[in-house]
């Protein structure tokens, strides 16, 4: 099977910085598009940003200038660098793996469980 986990949010102050990775495992063949989400209760999850297999990136108007992702192939990890955090950034992240396992040699999306981010004024 295949696993997707985030992990480096956490806690910090508005105007300081976290680094967010999103780690896929499994039976993997290859990983096509990677993407960061973000959704707070109540409210719809939206895009922050995706990255292609080759590179390519795309961002939230929020995001632009202030966030960038990026990914590690040979790890089939993509990060999230996040710097001038704002309040209005709290949310759980989630991320987003279109992935083509071994066994099904089918592209699938995956979701990590998400990993909070809290920007304190």
């Known amino acids: 099977q295949v696993h997707v986990v985030e992990s480096g949010g956490g806690w910090v102050q508005a105007g300081g910085s976290l680094r967010l990775s999103c780690a896929a495992s499994?039976?993997?063949?290859?990983?096509?598009?990677m993407g960061w989400y973000r959704q707070v209760p109540g409210k719809q999850r939206e895009l922050v940003a995706t990255v292609t297999s080759g590179g390519t990136t795309n961002y939230a108007d929020s995001a632009k200038g202030r966030f960038t992702i990026s990914r590690d192939n040979a790890k089939n990890t993509a990060y999230l660098q996040m710097n001038s955090l704002k309040p209005e950034d709290t949310a759980v992240y989630y991320c987003?793996?279109?992935?083509?396992?071994?066994?099904?040699?089918?592209?699938?999306?995956?979701w990590g469980q998400g990993t909070q981010v809290i920007v304190s004024a």
């Open positions: 499994g039976s993997i063949f290859s990983i096509r598009n």
């Open positions: 987003n793996a279109d992935v083509t396992s071994v066994w099904t040699m089918t592209p699938i999306d995956y």
